[in-house]
Each structure stands twice: as structure tokens, then as C-alpha cells.
């Protein structure tokens, strides 16, 4: 059964940068594509930042060169790395299968952008 759980979230200002954190078990994480999601209040659930098995990345216009995504096999870990906030960043950020989502979701973390 895949487990996934994120953390990091907080309030910050805009400007600031915060990291979250995705552990993930039931799966062998190396093998597998991993992705960032996140639900904005009254958004539809979108993808942010993709990592591919050769640690490829790709990433979401209104992120590119804000957000980093990264992994660790060893950690069965993948970070985002959110650097210049802005108050439209605020949403319940989720991490799930690049290909698909086809995981089930984690209860997320919310970020919230605010002065």
C-alpha cells in the first residue's frame, strides 16, 4: 500500500521560501517518476514541478525559476524547494506519481503566502 506523507508547510511571508518534504513507502521510489501537485482555494488540482528516475525536471510556468524540485533514494524522499513566495502560491501542496497521480493522495501541507 503506497504511503505518502507531506510536510514543510507553513505561513511565510511573500518573498520567503520554505521546503517541503514528501516520504514516500510502499513503492520502489527510485524506479518511479515523482511530482508536486497542488490545489489552490477553489482551483482544480494542478501539477508544479515533475523528477524523473534520471532526476530530469520540468516545471509549471508561474514556478520556473521559484521552485526546485529535488529527490533522494536512499531517504525515499522528494523535496520542493519554494524560494520568492507569492500570495498566489498559497494552496495545499501534494506529492503523488509524475505519470498519473496515480497514487492515492496524502493529506498535504498547506502553504499559506501572506503579510
Known amino acids: 500500500q503506497v504511503q505518502l506523507v507531506e510536510s514543510g508547510g507553513g505561513l511565510v511571508q511573500p518573498g520567503g521560501s520554505l521546503r517541503l518534504s514528501c516520504a514516500a513507502s510502499g513503492i520502489i521510489f527510485s524506479r518511479n517518476a515523482m511530482a508536486w501537485y497542488r490545489q489552490r482555494p477553489g482551483k482544480e488540482r494542478e501539477l508544479v514541478a515533475s523528477?524523473?528516475?534520471?532526476?530530469?525536471?520540468g516545471y509549471t510556468d508561474s514556478v520556473k525559476g521559484r521552485f526546485t524540485i529535488s529527490r533522494d533514494n536512499a531517504e525515499n524522499t522528494v523535496y520542493l524547494q519554494m524560494n520568492s513566495l507569492k500570495p498566489e502560491d498559497t494552496a495545499v501542496y501534494y506529492c503523488?506519481?509524475?505519470?498519473?497521480?496515480?497514487w492515492g493522495w496524502g493529506q498535504g501541507t498547506q502553504v499559506t503566502v501572506s503579510s
Open positions: 523528477i524523473t528516475t534520471f532526476d530530469i525536471t
Open positions: 503523488n506519481a509524475a505519470v498519473g497521480a496515480r
